[in-house]
């Protein structure tokens, strides 16, 4: 993946793949480090190969930081005024507003978003070629309600560390989770959160995006009633000290995951990293699986993308009762 020629100027224009765009405010450091707004767009034009395959038919809710990570942040679903006419966009009624998202089908839409700081970068674990009935277009919008409409192409897990847990814990947590699902004949997939936690995810076919939160709640009422000492299934803080809580309701289409490969906002330009499982198992107690953005540029270049067989149709099994 070659880097992004970046021109010295503060404020250009350019073009990414024959797409004009406006890009400011380059020098602009946007971490802690000193990690500028130009070093943020190299990241995603260098990352693009293997992440834009993972954002693919994925609405996508974005978490801005105008002045750095360390600043004010806000998350954005509509899209802003002077977007592109060439970004894809894809409308969805929720709650009976509709809402315009952007679709990353290009490294240059990466490139746009990171102008605008999106440093993080969110999805639903449906995809829009995934809807039942007629494909969707960016005028007929998505119901998130409408009965059956909405199907999940993949299962997450996302576990959510509480005071007192350290990234071992997290870990053998992690393991536990792979071993229940694999138990159950999913594949499963883990990822750092990029922030303190580690998700799992498990390709399956499509399916009503209600019955897969309904089996996830099921299943982390099962992890919690199996291992008590490790796992909770209610998100009251009293309850979480030296626990582990299994967020089940990232499964409702309404809902986003981190996306993997996407900067989160911390001290340092952390990134949401796909792990092999080889790697969690050795995490030893003073271990973080922390991963800055030029980490996981070399672990492509060294490992490619550890999540591709995710995106394998092959992989997806069927939805299995998982209380």
Not at 51 to 62: K, N, S, V
Not at 211 to 228: D, G, K, N, T, W
Not at 300 to 323: I, K, Q
């Amino acid at each position: 993946m070659g880097a992004m020629s970046m021109p010295e100027a503060n404020s250009v224009t350019t073009q990414v793949e024959g797409r004009p765009l406006g890009l400011t405010n380059l020098d602009k450091p946007l971490f802690a480090t000193g990690f500028t707004k130009a070093e943020v767009i190299d990241y995603y034009v260098r990352i693009a190969p293997v992440m834009l395959a993972h954002l693919e038919g994925r609405c996508i809710t974005r978490r801005r930081f105008p002045e750095g990570a360390d600043g004010d942040s806000f998350y954005e679903k509509n899209l802003p005024g002077a977007t592109p006419e060439w970004v894809v966009r894809q409308r969805v009624d929720a709650s009976s507003v509709p809402i315009d998202y952007p679709l990353a089908d290009s490294p240059a839409t990466l490139v746009w978003l990171a102008n605008l700081a999106a440093l993080e970068l969110h999805t639903p674990q449906w995809r829009i070629d995934t809807l039942t009935g007629a494909c969707a277009s960016a005028d007929a919008p998505i119901s998130l309600e409408a009965p059956d409409l909405v199907r999940s192409d993949r299962l997450v897990v996302d576990l959510d560390p509480g005071p007192g847990i350290t990234m071992a814990g997290s870990c053998r947590a992690a393991m536990l989770v792979a071993t229940e699902l694999a138990g159950l004949g999913l594949i499963p997939f883990v990822k750092t959160s990029g922030n303190k936690g580690l998700q799992v995810f498990a390709p399956i076919e499509p399916t009503a995006w209600q019955l897969v939160v309904e089996q996830a709640r099921a299943f982390a009422q099962r992890l919690a009633s199996q291992y008590p000492e490790i796992f909770v299934a209610v998100m009251a803080k009293e309850r979480r000290a030296e626990r582990i809580f299994v967020d089940y309701l990232q499964n409702q289409a309404a809902r986003n995951t981190i996306a993997p490969y996407s900067l989160r906002a911390r001290p340092f330009e952390s990134v949401s990293t796909p792990l092999s499982w080889d790697e969690v198992a050795a995490v030893g107690e003073r271990d973080t699986l922390s991963f800055t953005a030029g980490q996981v540029l070399q672990r492509v270049e060294e490992h490619g993308d550890l999540w591709h067989e995710l995106l394998d149709p092959a992989c997806a099994a069927p939805l299995p009762t998982l209380g």
